[in-house]
């Protein structure tokens, strides 16, 4: 065989392989023959482009027993907003079902006990995440209270004791604040609004306004968004299903049973007084993180109540 031959026999030999790479790789043929339970994969791509699909709002939404006025344009296309900024935030989304599932039976009956409707569950999502953050102003816990405010509803607020972080007690707190906002305006969702922007700054609106509700004001940029991120957390997190997130009940973020100490004394070591109880002290402050040092002086002789997991869902070593 003569070098041109070879060549020749080359050329077509490479030709065919690239036709058989090629095809190989080409995504829509390879998406055209994926055979799969779902139609996400094949709905999803059109020549290896996805597609990113507008959502369709609910046909009417309430909160706390009041209807959001869905018929008036602003008021659907904020709710617009918020819905597909969250549903497209997937790993934000994925964590706060996963949370969610941890820490709504915990504050669900606490809301009930303080006379809220339970919808505000979704209220504490949009102010914290469900954990106990601060924010750059100072803002504390799940429902983000001002050291000021909290100490003037009693919350204890110093060195080694923060309340604000007590789940229990921000609570009772945050319903005091939010039923005194609900006989002012009259309205569960203008209370809402209220515990976002002050009760001052939303009566001096719908004054200056001549409004008679949340719906109807013109607010700055966070007070606008702020009922309707709640009503996006309140909608995805009831359906999640219906916004594309599956979660599988064994990832959830399970609840953790726990016992409660009374103590009346002072504590003069916290990761003394955690190993004594079957725990360590990350484990400790990890279920009582308004207990801010190492000890406490408790000279006044207060009663606290420390919360205690039970064994079984940590390694204390």
Not at 91 to 97: D, G, R, T, Y
Not at 198 to 225: F, H, M, P, V
Not at 257 to 279: Q, S, Y
Request: glycine share 6%; proline share 4%; hydrophobic share 40%.
């Amino acid at each position: 065989m003569n070098v041109l031959s070879k060549i020749g026999l080359g050329a077509i030999a490479i030709t065919i392989c690239g036709l058989f790479i090629f095809a190989a790789q080409d995504p829509t043929k390879q998406i055209s023959e994926t055979k799969t339970n779902t139609t996400t994969q094949t709905s999803n791509f059109n020549d290896g482009m996805m597609k990113v699909r507008s959502i369709a709002l609910p046909k009417s939404m309430s909160f706390a027993g009041e209807r959001v006025p869905l018929e008036d344009t602003d008021v659907r296309e904020r709710l617009d907003r918020e819905i597909h900024v969250n549903t497209y935030w997937q790993s934000n989304m994925l964590l706060m079902i996963k949370k969610a599932n941890r820490f709504f039976p915990e504050i669900e009956p606490l809301l009930a006990e303080f006379g809220l409707p339970d919808d505000f569950k979704y209220l504490a999502v949009a102010e914290s995440g469900l954990d106990n953050v601060r924010s750059p102003a100072g803002a504390a816990g799940f429902w983000q209270f001002m050291k000021g405010t909290g100490k003037e509803y009693g919350l204890e607020i110093n060195d080694y004791v923060d309340e604000r972080y007590n789940l229990e007690l921000a609570t009772k707190v945050a319903a005091e604040y939010l039923i005194k906002s609900k006989a002012r305006f009259g309205s569960w969702t203008t209370a809402a609004g209220a515990y976002n922007a002050g009760n001052a700054g939303i009566n001096k609106q719908l004054e200056r306004q001549d409004a008679k509700g949340y719906y109807a004001l013109l607010l700055n940029s966070e007070t606008s968004r702020y009922m309707f991120r709640i009503l996006a957390f309140k909608e995805i997190l009831s359906n999640p299903e219906k916004y594309g997130f599956y979660i599988d009940a064994q990832d959830k973020y399970q609840p953790i049973p726990t016992r409660t100490v009374v103590i009346t004394t002072p504590v003069d070591d916290f990761a003394k007084f955690a190993k004594d109880n079957g725990i360590n002290y990350k484990i400790l402050k990890i279920h009582n993180p308004w207990l801010r040092d190492t000890y406490l002086k408790n000279a006044s002789g207060k009663e606290y109540r420390i919360k205690i997991p039970e064994a079984g869902y940590y390694v204390t070593e």
